[in-house]
Nanobody
């Protein structure tokens, strides 16, 4: 049974950077697409970025294009989200989710396996 654990969330100043990790256990990630989502208080869960099983295809929400980079190391069973030029509106709980047999997607209803989340706070 695939389990996902996010880490790397922290308090960072506007303009700063963070790298989030999504580590998998119980199964290999090599056949899963992985999407990062975020949810701020009072807001709907939002798809941020997705990566294909091979890493050859990625997808980004318009709000993070050019600032965030998703990558994966299948040997380490881990997916990363490098976040640069962070803004206060990026503050949220960040979750990774996995799915198979589908192309990259940012819709949360398409995902059945979720991590517990990691908190990102952007504030001076």
């Amino acid at each position: 049974q695939l389990q996902l654990v996010e880490s790397g969330g922290a308090l960072v100043q506007p303009g700063g950077s963070l790298r989030l990790s999504c580590a998998a256990s119980g199964s290999t990630l090599t056949t899963y697409i992985i999407t990062w989502f975020r949810q701020a208080p009072g807001k709907e869960r939002e798809g941020v970025s997705c990566i294909s099983p091979s890493g050859g295809s990625t997808l980004y929400a318009d709000s993070v294009k050019g600032r965030f980079t998703i990558s994966r190391d299948n040997a380490k069973n881990t997916v990363y989200l490098q976040m640069n030029s962070l803004k206060p509106e990026d503050a949220a709980a960040y979750y990774c989710a996995a799915a198979r047999f589908m192309p990259c997607a940012l819709r949360p209803d398409l995902f059945g396996r979720w991590g517990q989340g990691t908190q990102v706070t952007v504030s001076s």
